[in-house]
Protein backbone atom coordinates (compact mmCIF):
# COMPACT_ATOMS: atom_id res chain seq x y z
CA UNK A 1 0.00 0.00 0.00
CA UNK A 2 1.15 3.37 -0.76
CA UNK A 3 0.07 6.39 0.12
CA UNK A 4 0.42 9.68 -1.89
CA UNK A 5 0.12 13.04 -0.81
CA UNK A 6 0.72 16.32 -2.43
CA UNK A 7 1.41 19.76 -1.68
CA UNK A 8 2.66 23.30 -3.15
CA UNK A 9 -0.59 24.33 -5.00
CA UNK A 10 -1.82 27.51 -5.23
CA UNK A 11 -2.82 30.69 -6.75
CA UNK A 12 -0.26 32.52 -8.97
CA UNK A 13 0.29 34.97 -12.24
CA UNK A 14 0.62 33.66 -15.38
CA UNK A 15 4.47 33.54 -15.93
CA UNK A 16 5.34 32.62 -12.71
CA UNK A 17 6.49 29.43 -10.76
CA UNK A 18 5.11 26.80 -8.65
CA UNK A 19 7.09 23.53 -7.21
CA UNK A 20 4.46 20.63 -6.22
CA UNK A 21 5.64 17.81 -4.61
CA UNK A 22 3.96 14.73 -3.36
CA UNK A 23 4.92 12.50 -0.41
CA UNK A 24 4.73 8.78 -0.41
CA UNK A 25 4.44 6.30 2.37
CA UNK A 26 5.73 3.36 2.05
CA UNK A 27 9.41 1.15 1.93
CA UNK A 28 8.69 0.72 -1.62
CA UNK A 29 8.67 4.23 -3.30
CA UNK A 30 11.32 3.02 -5.57
CA UNK A 31 9.62 0.41 -7.09
CA UNK A 32 7.30 2.43 -8.50
CA UNK A 33 7.27 4.97 -11.78
CA UNK A 34 5.23 8.20 -10.89
CA UNK A 35 3.17 10.85 -13.09
CA UNK A 36 1.74 14.00 -12.73
CA UNK A 37 -1.42 14.44 -13.92
CA UNK A 38 -3.85 17.54 -14.32
CA UNK A 39 -7.72 17.82 -14.60
CA UNK A 40 -9.32 21.33 -15.70
CA UNK A 41 -12.94 21.68 -14.74
CA UNK A 42 -15.55 19.68 -17.35
CA UNK A 43 -11.92 18.02 -19.00
CA UNK A 44 -10.78 14.62 -18.53
CA UNK A 45 -7.41 13.77 -16.24
CA UNK A 46 -4.62 14.08 -17.90
CA UNK A 47 -0.72 12.67 -18.19
CA UNK A 48 1.57 15.90 -17.52
CA UNK A 49 4.51 14.31 -16.92
CA UNK A 50 6.13 10.65 -15.75
CA UNK A 51 9.32 9.86 -14.70
CA UNK A 52 11.28 5.98 -14.00
CA UNK A 53 11.85 4.25 -11.05
CA UNK A 54 15.84 5.47 -10.76
CA UNK A 55 14.26 9.06 -12.23
CA UNK A 56 16.66 9.35 -15.49
CA UNK A 57 13.81 8.10 -17.90
CA UNK A 58 11.20 10.80 -18.42
CA UNK A 59 8.39 12.20 -20.39
CA UNK A 60 6.29 14.83 -20.73
CA UNK A 61 2.82 16.12 -22.42
CA UNK A 62 3.67 18.51 -25.61
CA UNK A 63 1.55 21.28 -23.67
CA UNK A 64 4.87 21.66 -20.90
CA UNK A 65 7.63 20.44 -22.28
CA UNK A 66 10.73 23.29 -21.51
CA UNK A 67 8.39 24.46 -18.84
CA UNK A 68 7.65 22.10 -16.37
CA UNK A 69 10.22 19.27 -14.82
CA UNK A 70 9.53 16.30 -12.87
CA UNK A 71 11.85 14.92 -10.73
CA UNK A 72 12.06 12.58 -8.00
CA UNK A 73 14.47 12.19 -4.38
CA UNK A 74 13.91 8.41 -3.74
CA UNK A 75 15.91 8.94 0.16
CA UNK A 76 12.82 11.46 0.59
CA UNK A 77 10.22 8.88 -1.01
CA UNK A 78 9.06 12.48 -3.17
CA UNK A 79 8.61 13.13 -5.92
CA UNK A 80 8.02 16.80 -7.57
CA UNK A 81 7.07 18.62 -10.46
CA UNK A 82 8.64 22.15 -10.91
CA UNK A 83 6.10 24.21 -13.03
CA UNK A 84 7.69 27.19 -14.89
CA UNK A 85 6.52 30.26 -17.35
CA UNK A 86 2.73 28.88 -16.03
CA UNK A 87 -0.25 30.14 -18.11
CA UNK A 88 -3.87 29.97 -17.25
CA UNK A 89 -4.23 27.01 -19.32
CA UNK A 90 -2.41 25.42 -16.84
CA UNK A 91 -5.19 25.78 -14.00
CA UNK A 92 -6.12 22.63 -13.09
CA UNK A 93 -6.35 19.75 -9.89
CA UNK A 94 -2.62 18.20 -10.08
CA UNK A 95 -2.33 14.55 -8.61
CA UNK A 96 0.36 12.69 -8.75
CA UNK A 97 -0.12 8.38 -8.96
CA UNK A 98 2.09 5.60 -8.72
CA UNK A 99 2.51 2.73 -11.71
CA UNK A 100 4.60 -0.39 -11.51
CA UNK A 101 4.92 0.05 -15.43
CA UNK A 102 6.54 3.50 -16.80
CA UNK A 103 4.03 2.63 -19.82
CA UNK A 104 0.70 2.42 -17.88
CA UNK A 105 -2.14 4.33 -19.26
CA UNK A 106 -3.57 6.57 -16.48
CA UNK A 107 -6.26 3.68 -15.81
CA UNK A 108 -3.05 1.40 -14.63
CA UNK A 109 -2.14 3.85 -12.37
CA UNK A 110 -2.52 2.24 -8.73
CA UNK A 111 -1.98 4.55 -6.13
CA UNK A 112 -3.55 8.44 -6.74
CA UNK A 113 -3.04 11.32 -4.42
CA UNK A 114 -6.11 13.76 -3.31
CA UNK A 115 -4.45 16.75 -5.48
CA UNK A 116 -3.68 20.18 -5.54
CA UNK A 117 -5.44 23.03 -7.18
CA UNK A 118 -3.04 25.14 -9.57
CA UNK A 119 -4.77 28.99 -10.25
CA UNK A 120 -2.76 30.60 -12.79
CA UNK A 121 -4.60 34.21 -12.82
CA UNK A 122 -3.79 36.70 -16.40
Known amino acids: QVQLVESGGGLVQAGDSLRLSCAASGRTFISYAMGWFRQAPGKERDLVAKIGTGGRTVYYADSVKGRFTISRDNTKNTVYLQMNSLKQEDTAVYYC???????????????WGQGTQVTVSS
Open 97 to 111: AASINFYAARDEYVY
